[in-house]
């Protein structure tokens, strides 16, 4: 008889969230014309080999630890805001992100620094990520419900809050 919420347990084992929005009309016909027309030879792209491969050159992607810092910041504000000068969002949020959060934005961090060519990763990788990362793992008061505002709102106004990453990052060295 339907389908129920995850507990937030389950939930938080879930690397991100991501919001898709409906297709455009002409990607809605493109969509239905590949799945009535003829039938699509399929072929792998990748081997597993492979597959294995780009994840362990996305684990060498450098992290600088000011950014780690940073994400660390980042998923604290959303436990202690108060701690981390957000004191107006204690009341909209029952329960923060937990330290897997912040694994899911470094680990994040690196596939999407490598997807853009570079082999370190920049607070804009982190920033480009955390709403998807934080949406699902923060559990909101029924004052934030009252108030209207949703948990990218919040995630919004602390990342406005905590500052990037002020010292260069040391990646030059790793630049290669």
């Known amino acids: 008889e339907g389908t129920y919420p995850l507990p937030e347990a389950q939930v938080d084992r879930f690397m991100m969230k991501v919001l898709v929005d409906y297709p455009s009309e002409e990607e809605e016909f493109v969509i ?6 003829d039938p699509v030879t399929v072929s792998a792209i990748a081997s597993t080999t492979q597959l294995a491969e780009l994840q362990h050159e996305c684990r060498k992607v450098y992290v600088d630890p ?8 980042l998923v604290g504000a959303t436990r202690t805001p108060a701690k981390h000068g957000l004191p107006d969002l204690a009341k909209y949020i029952n329960f923060g992100a937990s330290p897997r959060a912040t694994i899911g934005l470094i680990e994040g961090a690196k596939a999407m620094a490598m997807l853009r060519g570079r082999n370190y990763a920049l607070p804009e990788d982190v920033i480009d990520l955390v709403s998807d990362v934080l949406r699902h793992r923060l559990v909101l008061s029924y004052e934030a419900l009252a108030d209207g505002l949703s948990a990218d709102q919040i995630i919004h106004k602390i990342v406005h809050k905590i500052p990037k990453p002020d010292k260069p990052m040391a990646h030059e060295r790793h630049n290669a």
């Open 32 to 37: 239905v014309e590949r799945v009535t027309g």
């Open 66 to 73: 000011s950014l780690v810092q940073y994400a660390v910041k």
